[in-house]
């Protein structure tokens, strides 16, 4: 079994920085696929960066060029590390892992970026 947990989200002034972190239990986390989806209120949820086992990394254009993805194998962490947030950035944070044997959600942490 997968357990994810999330840290590091606030309420943060419009340019400014956060970075969340996601602890991972259970096996084969270095063979998964990372990520982080998002969903704002009365949005449906979007996936805003992953990383697969092989490195390759994907972000959501609206993120493009100011969320760094990033794991750690060896203490299974993910990491997201999201710059010049904008209040269009405010959202729930999830914390994703798919391995060969399904999908996994962190519960959330709450990212609020004020005008």
């Known amino acids: 079994q997968v357990q994810l947990v999330e840290s590091g989200g606030g309420l943060v002034q419009a340019g400014g920085s956060l970075r969340l972190s996601c602890a991972a239990s259970?096996?084969?986390?270095?063979?998964?696929?990372v990520g982080w989806y998002r969903q704002a209120p009365g949005k449906q949820r979007e996936l805003a960066a992953y990383?697969?086992?092989?490195?390759?990394?994907h972000y959501l254009n609206a993120v493009q060029g100011r969320f760094t993805i990033s794991r750690d194998n060896v203490k299974k962490m993910v990491f997201l590390e999201m710059n010049s947030l904008n209040p269009e950035d405010t959202a729930v944070y999830f914390c994703?892992?798919?391995?060969?044997?399904?999908?996994?959600w962190g519960q959330g942490t709450q990212v609020t970026v004020s005008s």
């Open positions: 994703y892992l798919r391995r060969v044997d399904g999908e996994y």
């Open positions: 259970g096996d084969m986390f270095g063979n998964s696929t």
């Open positions: 990383e697969t086992s092989g490195s390759t990394i």
